[in-house]
């Protein structure tokens, strides 16, 4: 009896999925435990693997279907026995056949040559060059490991667009008339190689729909202020030393700006509550949330218990969010919850702009590029490391006044770096 293979469970609030890639085709072996297929969700991708040994005997779900929990994906026949290649049958004597050209000899070496494995790419990339059919194994990948990305591929397409065509051959001449050319449209579509038609992964289109969701569902608003770096930047300098040394990590601002946070939420606990309903949840915890960019969208890791860690455990947990969203490898349990979130668009250069709220999160800290500016400090004008931050927060229960002071009171903490330690 077939034994089906289905959907698990996604984790917190995700309820459907996108098939990526199968790993096994019908017909394969499958032991216990071998991941069988790859399902791309809003949060990161999960390997389904099989819990029954046998043969992949159908996949009923093809790669980019939309999946539900407890779906059927493909059914593993314990009792089947893998495909094998079939023996020619005998050649009949009975009647001659033509002679046909001898095969090239296959050299010693080429003999021995094993087969070229299958290189590791992102599951955006395989679907992009199979869409476009380009072989993967002509592609270097720059990404972790070798792995090949979908700006690898767009690479290689836009160098091919670029190549040659070979010259077509010359017939000769003839007397019939030649065929007048229609003159082009005014309003024709550029040809298929100048545009690219790219179905949205699942993450981007609920990233998507969750951006216009919050535009929607919450009344939305964002207040601004400057920080001077000046006294943090100054303390980074005098301890890198001896805290890389010490921690075996380097002092950044993100530990600084989350133990800011953590101070001016518990002066201003509306910012670390949420609704449902007709009702607030104050939030006694502090899960702050760190935007990362990744390939095929944005992700928010969580810090739990940030008020709890020191330093070096904020920075530490940052690196190994953001390695694990390099490598592909967050868990769910990473994305779930958060109180807080905090989105630093100055590592891209961002000068200033206006963060969306991380649904049904009621408050957002955007930061920014640190850049010398002209200040007035004590009636003189001196140059300092400024930076702009922007606070965007859900009006319905943050009143203005609120959101105001609570950016004022992360700009003290920061400017002020030694309160760090007595708010926290």
């Known amino acids: 009896m077939a034994h089906p293979i289905v959907v698990p469970a996604l984790g917190e609030s995700v309820v459907e999925a996108t098939v990526g890639t199968w790993h096994k085709k019908v017909g394969d072996k499958v032991n216990i435990g071998d991941v069988v297929v790859e399902l791309e969700t809003d949060k990161v991708n999960v390997e389904v693997g099989a819990t029954t040994a046998g043969v992949l005997a159908s996949i009923e779900r093809q790669t980019g279907e939309d999946v539900k929990i407890d779906d059927v994906l493909?059914?593993?026949?314990?009792?089947?026995?893998?495909?094998?290649?079939?023996?020619?049958?005998?050649?009949?004597?009975?009647q001659p056949v033509q002679p046909e050209q001898p095969a090239a000899p296959v050299t010693a070496a080429a003999a021995a040559q094993p087969p070229t494995p299958a290189p590791s790419a992102t599951p955006v990339a395989r679907r992009m060059a199979q869409a476009e059919g380009v072989d993967l194994a002509q592609i270097a990948g720059s990404g972790p490991g070798g792995?090949?990305?979908?700006?690898?591929?767009?690479?290689?397409?836009?160098?091919?667009?670029?190549?040659?065509?070979?010259?077509?051959?010359?017939?000769?001449?003839?007397?019939?008339?030649?065929?007048?050319?229609?003159?082009?449209?005014?309003?024709?579509?550029?040809?298929?190689?100048?545009?690219?038609r790219i179905k949205m992964s699942r993450r981007r289109r609920t990233i998507a729909k969750r951006l216009v969701e919050a535009q929607h569902a919450a009344a939305m608003l964002t207040t601004f202020n400057e920080i001077d770096m000046s006294a943090v930047m100054t303390l980074r300098q005098r301890h890198q030393d001896n805290f890389t040394k010490r921690e075996g990590i380097k002092l950044g601002f993100m530990s600084f700006f989350t133990k800011?946070?953590?101070?001016?939420?518990?002066?201003?606990?509306?910012l670390n509550a949420e609704i449902d309903g007709d009702d607030i949840i104050q939030k006694h915890y502090y899960d702050i949330g760190m935007a990362v960019g990744a390939e095929e969208g944005l992700v928010v890791p969580v810090i739990?218990?940030?008020?709890?860690?020191?330093?070096?455990?904020?920075?530490?947990?940052?690196?190994?969010?953001?390695?694990?969203?390099?490598?592909?490898?967050?868990?769910?349990?990473?994305l779930m919850g958060g109180s807080f979130t905090i989105t630093n668009g100055g590592i891209f250069g961002s000068m200033l702009s206006t963060p969306i709220l991380n649904p049904p999160q009621v408050g957002i800290l955007g930061l920014h590029k640190i850049q010398d500016r002209p200040v007035v400090v004590n009636g003189e004008i001196v140059v300092r490391p400024m930076m702009y931050v922007a606070l965007s927060y859900d009006h319905r229960i943050v009143d203005g006044r609120e959101a105001v002071q609570f950016l004022v009171r992360v700009k003290e903490l920061m400017e002020d770096p030694e309160q760090l330690l007595l708010a926290g």
Do not use: C, W, Y
Request: charged share 20%; no cysteine; aromatic share 2%.
């Open 304 to 334: 739990r218990d940030a008020d709890r860690l020191s330093f070096a455990q904020i920075e530490k947990q940052i690196k190994d969010l953001a390695d694990k969203v390099r490598q592909g490898t967050l868990a769910l349990t990473d």
């Open 74 to 94: 493909g059914q593993i026949d314990p009792q089947g026995e893998a495909q094998t290649a079939q023996p020619a049958p005998p050649a009949q004597t009975a």
């Open 260 to 270: 800011a946070v953590i101070g001016a939420l518990k002066a201003f606990p509306q």
């Open 147 to 196: 792995k090949v990305t979908k700006q690898n591929v767009a690479s290689h397409l836009s160098q091919k667009e670029t190549e040659p065509a070979p010259a077509a051959p010359t017939t000769p001449m003839t007397s019939s008339p030649a065929s007048p050319t229609p003159a082009p449209s005014l309003f024709a579509r550029p040809s298929a190689t100048r545009e690219e």
